[in-house]
């Protein structure tokens, strides 16, 4: 067997594509190679996120790419940078890498659920997380992260966030606690957002996830127009009244030039306690049949199950206990696709994550 060069080993690598962006992982700057000797190749795989949802395809074709060669052994460290989202003409929010807006066009549908367990997810898999509840007239957040602590200033523009589950998050359920209704108009409601924004002090984050109010009022309008949103997830569940008002959703956001991530089927279907068969309580495949029709990614069905509400309703979310917690394991298959578009999203137009050395 001829010796390896360095060469030799980066030309294979040439050949490994990553499945999401149909790229080379050496013209992506994906892959460094930290030592060569004796037919023994340590490389550093840099992924541009850690939820990841191809790493183990990545790491077999690379051992099989580098086994053509003759390679005796291939040692990998995977590591993970998340793509900084595109600001446009928009001020950016200081540290946070990407703002991804949760939305539906109907109340209802499992919005704030999906959020708060995508967020939570995304932040056990290893990413650094944030979680700002928009929906201000229906503060639900804290009650599903189970803490009523308030914010505390430390100036009158600087504003440290609370955090549950490894995720900061603010919401005006913590400023407004109770039953006291909050009967605000327009302006006051931009102020509010631009305050959570702007004054809460988020610290470095790879992702946070904005929990918007259901509709097209004027909380999504204020914050598609102010802030750089790298794209938003789309919430319905399968009936024929909660589509016909996510599709005004999806316009809305086409409409005002935000990338749509994907749609969320949620309460898709109900896995029969005693003979195990599905029943489809709401219908079927109508959130894939409208992702097609709008020809954007389907990004995964939830399934209804007591336990996700229970955890909903007790400050408990099921992603917090891991994947392998009883019905969390579609909220983490959601939450990964979610990570792989935003990845895709953000390096259509970016240089690459890390240079071949």
Avoid at 222 to 251: F, M, N, W, Y
Wanted: some cysteine.
């Amino acid at each position: 067997m001829p010796e390896l060069t360095r060469e030799a080993v980066i030309e294979a690598l040439r050949s490994v594509q990553d499945p999401e962006l149909h790229k080379d992982i050496v013209s992506l700057g994906m892959a460094k190679l930290a030592d060569l000797q004796g037919g023994v190749v340590s490389l550093v795989v840099t992924l541009t996120t850690p939820a990841c949802p191809l790493r183990e395809t990545i790491e077999r074709d690379i051992r099989a790419a580098l086994g053509r060669l003759g390679v005796r052994e291939v040692k990998i460290h995977f590591d993970a940078a998340v793509p900084r989202g595109r600001a446009g003409d928009k001020a950016a929010i200081a540290g946070v890498k990407n703002l991804v807006a949760v939305a539906s066009g109907k109340g209802g549908v499992g919005k704030t659920t999906v959020a708060v367990n995508l967020a939570v997810a995304l932040g056990r898999m290893g990413s650094a997380v944030g979680l700002l509840d928009a929906d201000v007239y229906g503060p639900n957040v804290p009650v599903m992260l189970g803490t009523t602590d308030e914010p505390k200033a430390i100036d009158e523009r600087t504003i440290l966030p609370v955090e549950a589950y490894g995720v900061k998050f603010i919401s005006m359920g913590l400023l407004n606690p109770g039953d006291r209704p909050l009967i605000w108009r327009g302006p006051m409601l931009h102020s509010v957002m631009q305050q959570f924004l702007r004054s809460v002090r988020w610290g470095e984050l790879d992702y946070l996830v904005i929990d918007l109010p259901p509709g097209t009022g004027d909380v999504a309008l204020s914050l598609v127009q102010s802030v750089p949103l790298t794209g938003a997830v789309i919430v319905t569940t399968p009936s024929a009244v909660a589509l016909a008002d996510v599709r005004k959703a999806v316009e809305m956001f086409r409409q005002v030039n935000v990338e749509i991530l994907g749609v969320v089927e949620n309460m898709s279907y109900l896995n029969c306690p005693h003979c195990s068969k599905q029943i489809d309580v709401f219908g079927y495949g109508e959130g894939k049949r409208m992702a097609d029709g709008f020809s954007v990614p389907f990004l995964g069905e939830i399934e209804i199950d007591p336990r996700i509400r229970v955890g909903g309703d007790t400050g408990k979310p099921v992603s917090a206990f891991g994947e392998d917690f009883p019905g969390a394991k579609s909220l983490f298959a959601m939450a990964r696709q979610v990570a792989a578009r935003l990845s895709v999203v953000n390096l259509g137009a970016q240089s690459p994550v890390v240079q071949i050395l």
